[in-house]
């Protein structure tokens, strides 16, 4: 059985489900590119601020015009108004999930959630805690005080309080987060690596093994699988880390 076959089986269908592949790519013909070797084995892709930019909604289109699932990684963070106004055109596509800066405050995920709630699709709406890039030192250069997992939980309870359907955050957190948080809360976990993987620029890192042993729902697997050497060995790797480990 090849490797692709093998990532096709029911055995990796809850990785699949819980996967979204970062199109980190500036162009459209690059995002199409990744989306056409890694399609049907993946069936979810992140869209961030690179490839929005680039390629617009668009290209947005053209994946949801081949039934595939897209997490918009828009990071909204303005005033309540504006906030609004940007997810009331986002939610005119049938997009699986958006998020916006919990840092934000109250009154802008309150009328995020509201936005929403009034569209004509209703993604999931997750808030951004602290990114994933940011380290304790890194907090308190911002002003901000204490440890990330104290940011985190203050910036979780926000998201709850606003009735958002769950929280971007790093795997380290997410012990802490189970204890605060009911089942269906979505805990959507960027910036996994594998013990041999390079961290980039990623500070608060987990392996996908340790990640989903604590609680998350959802990794975004970014340059871990894009720019490994063999993306096929690198996702097998990923998704099993994902699927036989966490008992
Ligand atoms: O806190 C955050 C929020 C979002 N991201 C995004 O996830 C991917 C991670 O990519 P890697 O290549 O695996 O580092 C990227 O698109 C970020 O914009 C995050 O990393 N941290």
Known sequence: ??????????????????????????????????VEQFTPVVDGYK??????HAAGMRLVEKLLQRNLRVFLDMKLHDIPNTVAGALRAICEYPIEMVNVHAQGGLRMLTAARAAVAQAP????LIGVT??????EADLAAMGVQGTPVQ??????????AAQLDGVVCSAQELAHL???????????????RLATDDRH?????????????RG?????????????????????AYWTEMTNDHV
Not at 47 to 52: H, K, P, Q, R, Y
């Open 130 to 135: 602290l990114l994933t890039s940011l380290d």
């Open 47 to 52: 869209v961030g601020l690179e490839l929005f």
């Open 1 to 34: 059985m090849s490797v692709v076959d093998t990532l096709l089986s029911p055995r990796f269908d809850a990785a699949r489900k819980a996967s979204y592949l970062a199109l980190d790519v500036d162009t459209e013909a690059a995002a199409l590119q990744l």
């Open 216 to 236: 998350a729902t959802r990794l975004v697997l970014g340059r871990g699988v894009r720019t490994a050497d063999d993306r096929w060995q690198a996702l097998h």
């Open 201 to 213: 620029d990623q500070q608060r890192i987990l392996t996908p093994r340790e990640a989903m042993q």
């Open 151 to 160: 940011g985190v939980e203050r910036l979780t309870k926000l998201c709850q």
């Open 178 to 192: 189970a204890a605060l948080v009911p089942d269906g809360f979505e805990r959507v976990v960027p910036g996994t």
């Open 121 to 124: 699709y209703q993604p999931l």
